[in-house]
């Protein structure tokens, strides 16, 4: 009894009044985390055009980690069959602001509250049994190893932080693509390098290899079906194809002896920031955040294409000069007004 108020419930065992309790602090500390999340993508992105550089990359790599906790989190019923308790969700969502705000003031104490939020989050998978070989809960083998490369990326500090989205990521394509089986001679290595690769990642060659291990993984899909051809999915097919070249010219940049920032920030903007805007943003956000939108773009999939040109455009500045930065930058608020005039197109349902 004491476990399932401090973690959780398995959710076809819970009464349908305590599951629908339950439900909405578990949604409403994921609305929370998203919200403010997408505030700080839009406020980093703005405090560049005044240099205010390590304050961008704070909004930034602390948004990236808060979206993908909100996204997660939200999940996690259908991920584990487990519902998270109100004390789970008030606990997930304090530590999770709470973090997020002491990192970005730069105060000392933030890893400390950062890595019991890794730690926890990571106990709410284990002990309540989300993880096996079935493929319902295979996927969170990458989740829980992305936690672990959370806790060290906290303590270290630095820009380790985007191993975390890149292991949500993971998870999440696979179970997009309908590819959650195991694929054991890939998927071990790469979820018990991760956190090794975390350690070492201020090296370029570790960088390369973090890249193409996650393309391995996430692997080639054969097709998209019709499911991806609707309003919500149909940037997909071109945002995940954009993204796995971005890790091959992440790698690529890495090997030739690209500033280390800069091959970084093709794998921050080309990889994350595109399956962001092709799978999270359009087919996760919606039904988090309870609104259904009447079109996602214009054609859908320029949205993902502006994010990989900027990514490019950011990745060679160096070659030209800064105002490359001054049109990645551009091409980034473009999406930016994509995305809400998408939300804004649609209505909220009620679904409380």
Request: hydrophobic share 55%; glycine share 8%.
């Amino acid at each position: 009894m004491l476990r399932q108020l401090i973690f959780g419930g398995i959710f076809d065992k819970l009464p349908q009044s305590t599951y629908k309790r339950w439900f909405v602090y578990q949604m409403r500390v994921s609305q929370a985390l998203i919200i403010i999340s997408m505030a700080s993508f839009i406020i980093g992105s703005s405090v560049l055009m005044l240099r205010y550089a390590h304050l961008h990359g704070d909004l930034m790599l602390g948004g990236l980690v808060l979206f993908y906790i909100g996204i997660m989190f939200s999940q996690h019923p259908g991920f584990t069959r487990v519902m998270p308790s109100p004390f789970a969700s008030i606990l997930i969502g304090l530590l999770s602001i709470s973090w997020f705000i002491t990192y970005t003031l730069g105060l000392w104490f933030s890893w400390i509250i950062g890595i019991v939020l890794a730690i926890y989050y990571a106990l709410l998978i284990i002990i309540r049994g989300g993880l096996g070989r079935k493929p319902l809960y295979w996927p969170n083998t990458f989740f829980l190893s992305g936690l672990l490369s959370l806790a060290i990326a906290i303590y270290l500090g630095g820009p380790r932080l985007f191993v975390f989205p890149i292991a949500s990521i993971v998870s999440l394509m696979r179970r997009a693509e309908s590819r959650q089986r195991p694929i054991y001679i890939i998927d071990i290595p790469y979820a018990v390098l991760l956190p090794i690769m975390t350690y070492f990642l201020g090296n370029p060659i570790d960088l390369a290899i973090l890249s193409l291990l996650t393309l391995a993984v996430i692997g080639i899909p054969r097709r998209f079906g019709p499911a991806f051809k609707t309003v919500y999915a149909r940037a997909y097919p071109v945002g995940s194809s954009l993204g796995r070249a971005s890790l091959i010219i992440t790698a690529v940049l890495s090997l030739i002896g690209v500033p280390l920032g800069d091959a970084l920030h093709m794998l921050f903007i080309g990889f994350i920031a595109v399956i962001m805007s092709s799978l999270c943003i359009p087919m996760l956000n919606p039904g988090i955040l309870w609104f259904s939108m009447r079109h996602y773009g214009i054609v859908g999939f320029e949205i993902p294409a502006l994010l990989f040109t900027s990514a490019i455009l950011r990745s060679i500045y160096y070659v030209i000069g800064p105002q490359l930065i001054a049109a990645s930058l551009i091409l980034v608020f473009i999406a930016y007004i994509e995305v809400a005039a998408s939300y804004l197109s649609g209505e909220r349902v009620k679904v409380l």
